[in-house]
RNA sequence: UGGGGGAUAGUUCAACGGUAGAACUGCGGACUCUGACUCCGUCAAUCUAGGUUCGAAUCCUAGUCCCCCAGCCA
């Protein structure tokens, strides 16, 4: 029986979501190397999480649930330049709205200041680090290039009792910011920069959120990450490449300093997706700029900005499940996550119908002042999320695009003479044109089939379109926001001129939206599919007099990708 | 011309010396009271050159190309 998955020829199912790290991870439990294991998302708080963090938020928390571990959340706040309570406070509430717990386990770098500050000085004391007067600028300048070896410091022989004593009066303030660092006497001939003497510790009178004036001089980030590990724990600590060579530094100081436990980094490719940029300095600027509302702008790829579009966070899980983990560099079609988020999103959604563009339209055979119910499904997949009544009544909105009055030969919705459905009532025939001075529809005018109730007809007719419609005189206003990608190029530039290749176009405000009376009834947040265009959710900028409706994702348009491909190809023809 | 990594369909990931497979995308079709969903079919890849082996994406050798590192950022 245990060659079932061979004999059904089907390999692929038994393993779903492994990954390099993952193997790691078993091998180490099956050799007995950890009996726990214990992993960290270690953020620093000087922004939004964005969708590359939830990729390693879901490794970190998903491994740790997955082989009986635990995870713990652990601020990497040792910059207090940079660092804020606001963006400690969003972190956490964006991993929780994620999907994860750590329980008792959320730390600060910053705890461990003091126990890292008593390492620094095991160091020096052993020879193994120094204090350095040399300016910034003679400290780059000494640490060579890429081929060429630095030069040693001329403070790099300073006695142990001199260095603990420099070091101390650091910590007491005695000196201003920049005046001196503590060095490790590693190898300033090391083809590996960083371990050419790197700083451990700088001077920053600054004041740090959570320890306030209490220290002058601040770890660096390699001296904090792998003993804050090594204090809580950690065995298997997953970051981004580009610290792949920073680990001969992370191995020495868990080698050199008597630390409670010996903690192993592997490093990953981080995400990146196309027509977006995930970096937190230009995500930074994108806010400061006023390029976007703010760190939460449904147009952003933070944590925030996807679920204030209505992106639920069990699309952004599975999205992450689906893109695996590896150690090359890529770049994930956005397409993908599209996908992701229309599957997870037509699930749930329930149906209402919403006319965008509105485009007035007269039953002209219908009687004036009456209205009827008719009866319509939540959800067609779904028989338990129940039914709606809607209105329909002489005068009725239908979505300006469509009606044509000339129609190109695949299109079937409304034109003079033909005859489509309206969803859930009456089949319509256009029988005249109502324009303006400029020559613009503006009014239509139909005859019903009263026969077609509910949607069709006794003689078996068929019509080749539904159209989604309100009834003008029962529907409610509303303001819809569409979005496009914030960028119009699929590999925008990096951070130093991202500003050339924004999109104009990101935001679309559409002000004359009608929506069927059930629509308002939507809460923050909560998906809903106006048929026949893509999911939306009510935004938080709502009003008792104006409903603000996000739009989270359109539905695919094969037709809408017909026309394109037909203008391409008349374009290439010539 | 230092050090560290990486190359498999268009994209992202599998295959761990034994039939190169999936998802997304593309293309074609079925179904449909959402041109949605769903379903079916289909195109499509091992960076190059040698070598080892009965057998190589996988091991060896030599190349090529791409990414990261010269913060008192993380």
């Given at each position: 029986?245990?060659?079932?998955?061979?004999?059904?020829?089907?390999?692929?199912?038994?393993?779903?979501?492994?990954?390099?790290?993952?193997?790691?991870?078993?091998?180490?439990?099956?050799?007995?190397?950890?009996?726990?294991?214990?992993?960290?998302?270690?953020?620093?708080?000087?922004?939004?999480?964005?969708?590359?963090?939830?990729?390693?938020?879901?490794?970190?928390?998903?491994?740790?649930?997955?082989?009986?571990?635990?995870?713990?959340?652990?601020?990497?706040?040792?910059?207090?330049?940079?660092?804020?309570?606001?963006?400690?406070?969003?972190?956490?509430?964006?991993?929780?709205?994620?999907?994860?717990?750590?329980?008792?386990?959320?730390?600060?770098?910053?705890?461990?200041?003091?126990?890292?500050?008593?390492?620094?000085?095991?160091?020096?004391?052993?020879?193994?680090?120094?204090?350095?007067?040399?300016s910034q600028d003679e400290i780059?300048?000494?640490?060579?290039?890429?081929?060429?070896?630095?030069?040693?410091?001329?403070?790099?022989?300073?006695?142990?009792?001199?260095?603990?004593?420099?070091?101390?009066?650091?910590?007491?303030?005695?000196?201003?910011?920049?005046?001196?660092?503590?060095?490790?006497?590693?190898?300033?001939?090391?083809?590996n920069i960083n371990l050419r003497?790197?700083?451990?510790?700088?001077?920053?009178?600054?004041?740090?959120?959570?320890?306030?004036?209490?220290?002058?001089?601040?770890?660096?980030?390699?001296?904090?990450?792998?003993?804050?590990?090594?204090?809580?724990?950690?065995?298997?600590?997953?970051?981004?490449?580009?610290?792949?060579?920073?680990?001969?530094?992370?191995?020495?100081?868990?080698?050199?300093?008597?630390?409670?436990?010996?903690?192993?980094?592997?490093?990953?490719?981080?995400?990146?997706?196309?027509?977006?940029?995930?970096?937190?300095?230009?995500?930074?600027?994108?806010?400061?700029?006023?390029?976007?509302?703010?760190?939460?702008?449904?147009?952003?790829?933070?944590?925030?900005?996807?679920?204030?579009?209505?992106?639920?966070?069990?699309?952004?899980?599975?999205?992450?499940?689906?893109?695996?983990?590896?150690?090359?560099?890529?770049?994930?079609?956005?397409?993908?996550?599209?996908?992701?988020?229309?599957?997870?999103?037509?699930?749930?959604?329930?149906?209402?119908?919403?006319?965008?563009?509105?485009?007035?339209?007269?039953?002209?055979?219908?009687?004036?002042?009456?209205?009827?119910?008719?009866?319509?499904?939540?959800?067609?997949?779904?028989?338990?999320?129940?039914?709606?009544?809607?209105?329909?009544?002489?005068?009725?909105?239908?979505?300006?695009?469509?009606?044509?009055?000339?129609?190109?030969?695949?299109?079937?919705?409304?034109?003079?003479?033909?005859?489509?459905?309206?969803?859930?009532?009456?089949?319509?025939?256009?029988?005249?044109?109502?324009?303006?001075?400029?020559?613009?529809?503006?009014?239509?005018?139909?005859?019903?089939?009263?026969?077609?109730?509910?949607?069709?007809?006794?003689?078996?007719?068929?019509?080749?379109?539904?159209?989604?419609?309100?009834?003008?005189?029962?529907?409610?206003?509303?303001?819809?926001?569409?979005?496009?990608?914030l960028f119009n190029r699929p590999?925008?530039?990096?951070?130093?001129?991202?500003?050339?290749?924004?999109?104009?176009?990101?935001?679309?405000?559409?002000?004359?939206?009608?929506?069927?009376?059930?629509?308002?009834?939507?809460?923050?947040?909560?998906?809903?599919?106006?048929?026949?265009?893509?999911?939306?959710?009510?935004?938080?900028?709502?009003?008792?007099?104006?409903?603000?409706?996000?739009?989270?994702?359109?539905?695919?348009?094969?037709?809408?990708?017909?026309?394109?491909?037909?203008?391409?190809?008349?374009?290439?023809?010539?």
């Amino acid at each position: 029986m245990a060659s079932d998955d061979k004999a059904s020829g089907n390999p692929t199912a038994a393993e779903p979501g492994r990954d390099f790290i993952r193997d790691i991870v078993k091998a180490d439990l099956d050799a007995g190397r950890v009996a726990q294991v214990v992993t960290r998302f270690p953020p620093e708080p000087n922004g939004y999480l964005h969708i590359g963090h939830a990729k390693s938020i879901c490794l970190n928390f998903g491994i740790a649930e997955e082989f009986g571990g635990r995870c713990h959340l652990r601020f990497d706040d040792t910059n207090p330049v940079k660092e804020e309570q606001e963006y400690i406070d969003a972190i956490e509430r964006d991993v929780r709205w994620l999907g994860f717990d750590w329980g008792q386990h959320l730390y600060y770098a910053s705890d461990y200041f003091e126990r890292l500050y008593g390492w620094a000085e095991d160091l020096i004391r052993k020879g193994q680090a120094y204090v350095d007067d040399q300016s910034q600028d003679e400290i780059r300048a000494n640490r060579g290039t890429l081929t060429e070896p630095g030069k040693n410091s001329p403070f790099r022989d300073r006695t142990v009792d001199e260095n603990l004593d420099l070091f101390r009066r650091m910590r007491a303030g005695e000196f201003p910011n920049g005046a001196r660092v503590l060095r490790a006497k590693a190898d300033m001939s090391s083809g590996n920069i960083n371990l050419r003497d790197p700083v451990l510790y700088r001077i920053l009178n600054a004041p740090h959120p959570r320890t306030g004036t209490t220290w002058k001089i601040y770890p660096s980030y390699d001296f904090a990450h792998g003993q804050s590990d090594a204090i809580e724990g950690i065995t298997h600590s997953i970051c981004t490449l580009e610290f792949e060579d920073h680990r001969p530094l992370y191995d020495w100081f868990i080698a050199n300093l008597d630390v409670p436990s010996t903690p192993h980094q592997y490093e990953m490719a981080r995400l990146n997706l196309t027509y977006t940029l995930l970096s937190k300095r230009v995500l930074t600027e994108l806010v400061r700029g006023g390029h976007v509302g703010g760190w939460d702008d449904p147009r952003m790829p933070t944590i925030a900005g996807l679920r204030r579009r209505g992106v639920p966070a069990e699309a952004i899980r599975d999205f992450i499940k689906r893109i695996g983990v590896a150690k090359a560099n890529s770049v994930v079609d956005a397409g993908m996550f599209e996908f992701t988020v229309r599957e997870a999103l037509n699930k749930t959604a329930l149906r209402r119908m919403a006319v965008l563009r509105p485009l007035k339209v007269v039953i002209e055979n219908y009687p004036e002042g009456q209205s009827e119910e008719l009866d319509a499904v939540n959800h067609p997949d779904d028989a338990a999320a129940g039914s709606r009544k809607i209105k329909f009544s002489r005068e009725l909105y239908i979505e300006q695009e469509d009606f044509m009055e000339v129609p190109p030969k695949k299109f079937f919705r409304l034109s003079p003479g033909t005859e489509v459905r309206l969803r859930y009532a009456y089949f319509i025939k256009c029988t005249g044109v109502v324009k303006n001075a400029a020559g613009e529809v503006t009014e239509l005018r139909c005859t019903y089939d009263p026969a077609t109730k509910g949607g069709n007809a006794p003689d078996g007719r068929k019509v080749k379109a539904t159209m989604h419609w309100v009834s003008a005189a029962h529907s409610i206003p509303a303001e819809v926001r569409i979005y496009n990608p914030l960028f119009n190029r699929p590999d925008p530039s990096g951070a130093e001129n991202f500003a050339a290749d924004l999109n104009p176009n990101s935001l679309e405000l559409l002000t004359g939206a009608r929506l069927e009376p059930a629509a308002a009834d939507a809460k923050i947040e909560t998906p809903v599919q106006f048929e026949r265009q893509g999911y939306f959710c009510l935004d938080r900028d709502t009003t008792a007099e104006k409903l603000v409706f996000n739009r989270t994702i359109g539905l695919r348009d094969s037709f809408a990708k017909d026309v394109a491909k037909d203008v391409a190809k008349e374009k290439a023809g010539g």
